[in-house]
């Protein structure tokens, strides 16, 4: 009896410490700093690789309703438009992935292509994410990802901003929700600002 306890508190402190590692791992990829960047519009090498990293991470803490999917064992599409950089380090970095039970793929996309199968889409360019384009995602399962002032404000779920030369994002539940999509309370936590709370 001592040692079936003894077993279970072993087995909840690594499931513990595994749960601070993978929240502590977003932290820094959050907290990573950007050098040589000029601005928002000069985004180095590492900005491309810290935000596929970014779009990677940020799947284990959405939840996508079941008919998102075509069948169980579709994959996760990341569409990426307008980013052609971040787009090949997503690539790399998908090679052999899974999330959720899936394989993860990304997808280049453009203004006029279908979006069947994807279920995250960023934009690289600000003024793309404020186009009538994003007006097609309204009623769609998918988690839209923006780049620059005002991502939340042209109704995406997530944005990327720069503070002080750092990567950081900013998150809309009403965006998620319009998607019917549930954002993680530990990912919120990270988000430089939070729109639409409860």
Do not use: C
């Amino acid at each position: 009896m001592i040692a079936s306890t003894d077993g279970a508190r072993m087995r909840a402190s690594v499931a513990a410490t595994l749960l601070r590692l993978w929240t502590g791992l977003l932290l820094l990829l959050a907290q990573a700093a950007l050098p040589g960047v000029a601005s928002a519009q000069g985004l180095s090498g590492a900005a491309d690789e810290v935000k596929a990293a970014y779009l990677y991470r940020f799947i284990g803490f959405i939840e996508w309703p079941d008919d998102a999917f075509a069948g169980p064992g579709t994959p996760l599409v990341i569409g990426v438009a307008s980013a052609d950089a971040v787009y090949a380090e997503l690539s790399r970095a998908l090679v052999g992935r899974n999330a959720k039970g899936r394989p993860v793929l990304a997808r280049k996309v453009a203004a006029g292509d279908a979006l069947e199968g994807v279920q995250m889409l960023y934009i690289g360019d600000p003024a793309l994410a404020r186009s009538a384009w994003v007006q097609r995602l309204r009623d769609r399962h998918v988690l839209l990802v923006t780049d620059g002032p005002q991502g939340l404000d042209a109704g995406a779920a997530l944005n990327f901003v720069l503070v002080e030369d750092r990567l950081r994002f900013e998150a809309s539940l009403r965006a998620a929700e319009r998607a019917g999509l549930k954002v993680s309370s530990r990912l919120l936590a990270l988000a430089q600002r939070v729109v639409g709370t409860p």
